[in-house]
């Protein structure tokens, strides 16, 4: 069966650290993956995309500087490594894969992404 499990969601305090793994399996690592988060009353966003075929990682303006994401294509595991985390980074996190093919820059919205892991939840107390 097709899967995208999440791990290594938490709780931690401001300024901490966490690094969010998502395992794919039954299916290719596919060309974009990415992580979004969706806080309680919000839409979901995107985090960070990459390509798995090498090419420019995309990190959103409210988390560059801070977050990394990052991938093992032998492991078929994508991180996402988050730093100085603040009360506002706290939300669930859900790994995404897209069966598309895009030749520089993976798409930053939801639309795109076939396949979805069920979330892992990130918890920032202040």
């Known amino acids: 069966a097709v899967r995208l499990a999440e791990s290594g969601g938490g709780s931690v305090e401001t300024d901490g650290s966490l690094r969010l793994s998502c395992v794919v399996s039954g299916t290719p690592f596919s060309n974009c993956m990415a992580w979004f988060r969706q806080a309680p009353g919000k839409e979901r966003e995107g985090v960070a995309q990459i390509r798995t075929t090498g090419g420019t990682a995309v990190i959103a303006d409210s988390v560059k500087g801070r977050f990394s994401i990052s991938l093992d294509n032998a492991k078929k595991t994508l991180y996402l490594q988050m730093n100085d985390l603040k009360p506002e980074d706290a939300a669930i996190y859900y790994c995404?894969?897209?069966?598309?093919?895009?030749?520089?820059?993976?798409?930053?919205?939801?639309?795109?992404?076939?396949?979805w892991g069920q979330g892992t939840q990130v918890t920032v107390s202040s």
């Open positions: 995404a894969l897209s069966r598309f093919t895009y030749e520089n820059i993976c798409p930053t919205t939801t639309g795109p992404y076939n396949l």
